[in-house]
């Protein structure tokens, strides 16, 4: 078996801040990370391959220091990591994302044999849209299994897998035909950590890199700004909403709830709940 883990190295949520003049994310200084649902369908890639057998490669499109987070997944055992970089890249949005990534899997399958699975991330931490992911699939023409919180059974014999995936009202389970692209929840597995085989290979290990030279049929119209229609009309800061609040407190949970009850009851909430 092939699985392709498509992942995006991202700035670290809990660092980010908002520039008050311009409303626009600061960057400098702040951290990069592996985008998080991205890490839950590298594992599961990597459990797939723990149990049946199976090459891991990791692809991702972004910027010469994106190869630190290749290197990461490779020491959690990854086979191969490549990154796709060239300025004339710069500036695409999901749409041009997509259709780089589709290019990238492709000759992924040319270097290292049919795709059987691509893993994807539901969304990433920056951009929020859970686009990427099924503008592959349509892309490559593959099945698609978005938003799944468990891989059940994968049978490479007769190229089927089946999932759960989490919908609003529930939980539907799945099973289609492979190659297919799954979406990963972070319900989907627990991540593992490193082992120190794997963080030796890492730190001597060197991406594989593929710039626009490498793509000879490549549509220049479709990539980088030219091949992104988004267009941002307005960015801005949430006000900070104040909310008032109380401690209550007493010898004893009956103490307390007595409390709260006397408090709630001498407000206006029986009125709004029409009790009076």
């Not at 991202?10 to 003049?21: C, F, M, Q």
């Not at 991702?60 to 990461?72: H, I, N, S, V």
Request: proline share 6%; glycine share 8%.
């Amino acid at each position: 078996m092939h699985i392709v883990v498509c992942i995006k190295q991202v700035p670290d949520s809990r660092e980010i801040r908002i520039d008050p003049k311009t409303n626009t994310l600061i960057r400098q200084g702040v951290p990069s990370i592996v985008n998080f649902y991205d890490k839950h369908g590298l594992e599961e890639a990597l459990r797939i391959k723990d149990e049946l057998g199976a090459r891991v490669t990791v692809i991702t499109m972004g910027p010469p220091p994106a190869e630190k987070a290749l290197k990461e997944c490779i020491s959690l055992g990854a086979d191969e990591g490549v990154l796709v970089t060239d300025r004339a890249f710069a500036g695409a949005d999901t749409l041009a994302t997509s259709y780089v990534l589709a290019k990238a899997i492709r000759k992924a399958e040319e270097t290292w044999g049919p795709v059987d699975i691509v893993f994807c991330g539901k969304q990433t931490l920056d951009g929020d849209t859970g686009q990427v992911g099924p503008g592959i699939a349509c892309r490559l023409d593959l099945e698609q299994l978005t938003y799944v919180g468990k891989v059940r059974k994968v049978d490479p014999q007769a190229r089927r897998i089946t999932v759960e995936r989490h919908l609003e009202d529930g939980i539907e389970v799945v099973e289609t035909s492979m190659p297919v692209l799954v979406t990963a929840l972070k319900e989907l597995n627990k991540i593992r950590r490193a082992s120190l085989p794997g963080m030796i290979r890492a730190a001597r290990y060197k991406p594989i890199v593929w710039t626009t030279a490498d793509f000879p049929d490549l549509d220049r119209s479709q990539i980088g700004l030219k091949g992104s229609p988004t267009i941002v009309g307005k960015t801005w800061v949430p006000e900070v909403r104040k909310v008032d609040g109380e401690r209550i407190a007493g010898d004893t949970p009956q103490q307390i709830a007595e409390q709260l009850v006397e408090r709630l009851w001498s407000g206006d909430l029986p009125t709004r709940l029409g009790w009076n």
